[in-house]
């Protein structure tokens, strides 16, 4: 039997979890169908994990393009696309990918699956990233560094935990929902690959305890910056660009497992922790960095 799984409308960090919710539901070589025909607007977290799901299953699925062809050549501009149809059997009318010109999207999809791809990203981004942060963020320049090391630290997590390649895409927009309409970076980076809790299980340094769960798995790594490396220093990506973030009044979220993990600013009414999510593999995070509010 073949599973429908609806994509929502709206498809963002928040929304995602109904498509995990569906996706859970069913076994592992289950055949599904991801109907995306009503969606109307997706974020970078949202596309990222479009491809990560069809990266989780064995059988390859069915995916079926939004009827909104304006949505269709944005998310073909994005890169979106290139990578679905080696991952889907895609229906509906692609159209080809045009220069992306003056486009919100700062970094389109891209795979990860070395360092290599990890340096490229920066290099790609370095001078558009100064822009942004300068004319619409209105940062100081030398936030370019930060925001640039936050990116890299998040990609290099897919070499070193994931066990198999991921996507990263980010994208400045105008975040009306929650910041009244000020513009954010929006930084998502996602895998399918052993996740937090089974990459620190492989570990020594894995605190033994009776309470061990992928909650607590992401709490050691997100909080105590531990890692399953041995070596001194390790571990301190993800508390690296906790500092990053905080200092910028950002938010920053991973998501792995059964649970999810967040920095929340006082702007976004999202919670610290959240467990009992629906299962799905890898790693999915997120950064967002809102425009400075004028004093």
Known sequence: MTAVITVPASLDDTTFELVFEQLAAQPADAKVIVDARHCTW?????????????????????????????????????????????????????????????????????????SDDVHDVVERVKDKVTQIIINKLHLAARATMGITMALSESCQNIIEHAGRGGWVMAQTYQYRKRLGGRHAIVIAVSDAGVG???????????????????????????????????????????????????????????????????????????VPRADGLAPFPGAQLQITIPEKVAA
């Not at 596309?47 to 269709?72: C, G, M």
């Open 42 to 114: 997706a974020s970078p977290y949202g596309l990222v994990n479009l491809l990560t799901l069809a990266q989780s299953r064995t059988e390859r699925p069915t995916f079926l393009i939004p009827e909104d062809q304006d949505k269709v050549t944005y998310w073909a501009r994005a890169g979106f696309f290139k990578f679905a149809t080696e991952l889907y059997d895609v229906q509906g009318t692609i159209p080809r990918p045009r220069g992306s010109g003056d486009s919100d999207v700062l970094l389109d999809l891209t795979q990860i699956t070395k």
């Open 196 to 270: 937090f809790r089974r990459s620190l299980e492989s570990s020594p340094r894995r605190p033994m305890t009776d309470r061990w769960s992928d909650g607590f798995a992401l709490e050691t790594a997100f909080v105590s910056g531990v890692s399953r490396f041995p070596e001194p220093g390790r571990g301190q990506g993800l508390k690296g660009i906790r500092g990053y973030v905080n200092r910028w009044d950002g938010k920053f979220t991973v998501r792995s497992g059964t649970a999810r993990i967040g920095m929340i600013p006082t702007w976004d009414d999202d």
